[in-house]
């Protein structure tokens, strides 16, 4: 493996690409034959408005507690994979962006971590919390008819339903997903529940007001992250049955 045994160039490349490091908008492309999601392009101009690029530098701000003009001015003078890297080494030893940037010079970020003092696995724990949203987002990206097939049998309705409400409300599979936990968690009707997201703007929003608390949104996350690998497994044994 690469420095400090964590593959952050490929997960900063991965986010940086597809445009969802923050959970950003994951389009469909078919979802087998029933309608799509409603695209990016379709949605309301504010939505379109935040790049990949700034979702990247608020969420460094977000993870590191500072400001956003912090990681603008980082972001100015080198790579994102770079200020990525110090951000996680100044999270885990408690100092500033602009020093553990500064202290990079000739060295390896292996050579900088050890410097000040962070271990590997300190330094994989805090690099996991930057990034854990990564892969899922990816996965609704790439999978999503799986998705949607797991959102069904989960809210006990039919795949064509599930996306033609998401499509009612120019809704991404993230929200999709987010609308389903939070409907379950609340004890409130799926349609309903996603029509919120318009009237609260964010899903942290909608889950206050519905009076869903983290353990409980939590613990329908994982029923249904159960759900969508078992559809995972369903379909592999398929593939595998007709080799």
Same mark, same amino acid.
Request: proline share 2%.
């Given at each position: 493996m690469s420095e400090m045994n964590f593959h952050l #160039?490929?997960?900063?490349?991965? $986010?940086?690409a597809t445009g969802l490091l923050l959970g950003g908008t994951a389009t469909s492309p078919s979802l087998t034959g029933q309608p799509t999601v409603q695209a990016a392009e379709e949605r309301p101009d504010e939505a379109k408005a935040e790049s990949p690029y700034h979702r990247f530098q608020k969420h460094l701000a977000d993870y590191l507690g500072t400001d956003e003009a912090e990681v603008q001015k980082a972001l100015e003078s080198h790579a994102p994979k770079d200020v990525a890297w110090a951000a996680v080494i100044?999270?885990?030893? +408690? #100092? =500033? %962006?602009?020093?553990? %940037?500064?202290?990079?010079?000739?060295? #390896?970020?292996?050579?900088v971590a050890e410097s000040y003092g962070v271990p590997q696995e300190t330094f994989r724990r805090e690099a996991g919390k930057l990034f854990r949203r990564t892969a899922k987002v990816r996965h609704l990206k790439l999978h999503p008819e799986?998705?949607? #097939?797991?959102?069904?049998?989960?809210? +006990?309705?039919?795949?064509g339903e599930v996306v033609r409400q998401g499509k009612a409300q120019? $809704?991404?599979?993230?929200? %999709?997903?987010? $609308? $389903?936990?939070? =409907?379950?968690?609340g004890g409130k009707p799926f349609k309903e529940v996603l029509a919120l997201k318009e009237k609260y703007g964010s899903w942290k929003e909608v889950a206050e007001n519905l009076g869903v608390e983290k353990p409980a949104w939590k613990k329908e996350r994982k029923r249904l992250a159960e759900i969508i690998r078992r559809e995972w497994e369903a379909e592999g044994k398929k593939v595998r049955e007709k080799r």
């Open positions: #160039r490929g997960i900063v490349g991965a $986010a940086a100044a999270k885990s030893a +408690g #100092r =500033s %962006l602009e020093e553990v %940037l500064a202290a990079k010079t000739n060295k #390896r970020w292996r050579e799986r998705t949607i #097939r797991g959102l069904a049998a989960y809210l +006990g309705t039919e795949p120019g $809704a991404d599979l993230h929200d %999709l997903v987010k $609308a $389903a936990v939070l =409907s379950k968690a």
